[in-house]
């Protein structure tokens, strides 16, 4: 398992931007697939976008597709996502997690290490 710290969230009104981080310390960085995940209250976590190791690919939920973008620095050890066009339903404790296997993941389970988590709060 590696040590994830989520950074960035905060409160914005609908159609703001935020842009959260991920760090991780560990030189492996670069051999995860990382994800990010979001849990409403009352709802389960659910997939929001997921990175291959070198940065190419990419896959989103349909929801966040074109507001939405997931990049890393592999020298930095971080992980982005850049949310814009933001509205009330993203509102959640968005977690970054890190997959060892090279293939994307879409699944909780697909995931052995998580972050803390950081609230994103969207106001109308």
């Known amino acids: 398992q590696v040590q994830l710290v989520e950074s960035g969230g905060g409160q914005v009104q609908a159609g703001g931007s935020l842009r959260l981080s991920c760090t991780n310390s560990d030189e492996s960085f670069s051999t995860h697939v990382m994800g990010w995940f979001r849990q409403a209250p009352g709802k389960e976590r659910e997939f929001v976008a997921t990175?291959?190791?070198?940065?190419?690919?990419?896959y989103y939920r349909d929801s966040v597709k074109g507001r939405f973008t997931i990049f890393r620095d592999n020298a930095k050890n971080t992980v982005y996502l850049q949310m814009n066009s933001l509205n009330p339903d993203d509102t959640a404790v968005y977690y970054c997690?890190?997959?060892?296997?090279?293939?994307?993941?879409?699944?909780?389970?697909?995931?052995?290490?998580w972050g803390q988590g950081t609230q994103v709060t969207v106001s109308s």
């Open positions: 997690a890190a997959r060892t296997l090279a293939t994307l993941g879409q699944y909780a389970n697909q995931y052995s290490s």
């Open positions: 990175i291959s190791r070198n940065g190419v690919t990419t």
